[in-house]
Structures are given as C-alpha cells and as structure tokens.
C-alpha cells in the first residue's frame, strides 16, 4: 500500500483560494494515474481532477477554469490548486493514486482533508 497524506485544507470564504498537497510514501513518477475526490456530506464520493502519467488532465465540469491539479516528481506530491471557491466545493477532499504491480492495478486513498467553504 502507498501511503498517501493530504495537507492544505481548512475553512476559506467563498471567492477565496487554498492548495492541498498530497505526499506520497514513495515515487510517483511511474504511477499509471493520480487524482483528487471529493465527498461532501450525503453525496458520492465524485472525481473533482486527475493527471496522468503523461500530464493529461481531466476536471470535473463544476471546477474546470477554477482548479488546477499537478505533480512534483522530485517531491512525490500531487497538488490541487482552488481558486473562486463556491461553498458547494465543501467537501472532504481526498488524494488518489493508481498504479500497477506487474498486471495489477491498485489504488490507494489518503485520509483526506476538510475544505469548508462559507458565504
């Protein structure tokens, strides 16, 4: 298992901004894909972005133009920057990583990050 640890959360007013960083136990340089989650109360846990291998990236179309994500190789840390934020972004936010061992696929979950968003 990859151990997964996300930071960067909090409380922030609705326009404001916050990064959430997700370090990895290991590299991420050759993980098939990296993404972030979101669950917010009552709600499926939905993909909000991911990035490939490669650096092509996927958003939800309720943050597209407002999140950026990216990795750090050197630093084996993915990050979601939010910009414009909605309280409707409040969630909790958790990193996602998928990899594969010989023809496995696995993935591994952080615990996740608290953003509150207030209007």
């Known amino acids: 298992q990859v151990q997964l640890v996300e930071s960067g959360g909090g409380l922030v007013q609705a326009g404001g901004s916050l990064r959430l960083s997700c370090a990895a136990s290991?590299?991420?340089?050759?993980?098939?894909?990296m993404g972030w989650h979101r669950q917010a109360p009552g709600k499926q846990r939905e993909l909000v972005a991911d990035i490939s291998s490669i650096g092509s990236t996927n958003y939800a179309t309720s943050v597209k133009g407002r999140f950026t994500i990216s990795r750090d190789n050197a630093k084996n840390t993915l990050y979601l920057q939010m910009h414009s934020l909605k309280p409707e972004d409040t969630a909790v936010y958790y990193c996602r990583v998928s990899y594969y061992r010989g023809s496995t696929l696995y993935v591994d979950w952080g615990q996740g990050t608290q953003v509150t968003v207030s209007s």
């Open positions: 290991g590299s991420i340089a050759s993980a098939t894909a």
